[in-house]
DNA sequence: TTATTTTTTGATAATTATTCTCCATAACGA
DNA sequence: TCGTTATGGAGAATAATTATCAAAAAATAA
């Protein structure tokens, strides 16, 4: 079984233990949060699901979203002055590459920060439970003018 | 002469140079957000303002950290759920610590990430311009149900 | 100083991402 | 299959931020 379609089951198992339904409209969103190269924002995932379900409103993309969020199975990655970016593909925090220009974002292949994050909390008394590293710049393409 | 009012003066310099007038609004929000220890948003700025000028209005505020900004003056922490907040005692980035029961964010007492970066950027291609990280938890005062 | 020009202020309207509302519909356990 | 109950969809509501614009203040010129 290939990573995204063991991506996809544990979504869907986690949401069944918490109760949800899960609808064609959901397995669509879970799919493609699962592939998420990309990093897509609510609106690209909407795009993408009325693909196969026209009538799909933004605001179950939204519902779905928000109740994965809670489950802790999409990292979402906040911007106050652009959309909400989400990687379904590993949920747990970890750097990205993001370029301020074309708004591509990437995950460089690194690994966590367990050493700082422990050192952190014991200078501080914070009881850390997450943490969030970005990266900004240009990418290639981007200063080639492309 | 103090770090704070050192910052102060770097600010007014900055806005200057820009062809910013410094109004009295104005000084008091880069006093505050020199200051600024507890890491303010927009609102909090405002509160504090009003002390002195009742009727400032908010956007006033808004549009002076908005040109700040701009100038490098002030880090902006953004979060999509709840106000932006700002650090304009160190605008550069830097690490923080952020208690996710009251709002808390510190600056734990760390170098920035050069080697990190440095590395990333040879090995990816891109030009990088800044980064954010940002450890999430709860403070010891949070611990104790105070 | 006074007149003139330009920027800023402040009140409010507009915008934008996101969340809420509500009921017809669909999922799923019995 | 049926009945219960969560979900979907359309649009309204919300909340942070940004834009608008006339009046006031600051800079500049005379």
Redesign the interface.
């Known amino acids: 079984m290939s990573d995204i379609q063991a991506r996809i089951d544990n979504m869907r198992i986690k949401m069944k233990e918490r109760g949800c339904r899960i609808t064609p409209q959901r397995l669509a969103i879970l799919a493609i949060l699962a592939e998420s190269k990309g990093h897509p924002s609510v609106e690209g995932i909407y795009e993408r699901v009325k693909a196969n379900f026209p009538t799909t409103s933004i605001a179950t993309v939204y519902k779905t979203v928000s109740v994965l969020k809670e489950l802790g199975e999409v990292l979402?990655l906040?911007?106050?002055?652009d959309h909400?970016r989400y990687d379904g593909a590993r949920p747990y925090p970890h750097?990205h590459?993001i370029?301020?220009k074309c708004g591509k974002i990437?995950d460089?292949a690194w690994s966590r920060f367990e050493d700082m994050?422990e050192r952190?909390?014991s200078?501080?008394?914070?009881?850390?439970?997450?943490?969030?590293?970005?990266?900004?710049?240009?990418?290639?393409e981007c200063?080639n003018g492309e």
Chains 1, 2 share one sequence.
């Open positions: 979402e906040e911007f106050s002055h909400n750097p590459l370029c301020t990437l460089p994050t952190l909390a200078d501080t008394g914070f009881k850390i439970t997450t943490h969030r590293l970005e990266f900004f710049g240009v990418c290639p200063q």
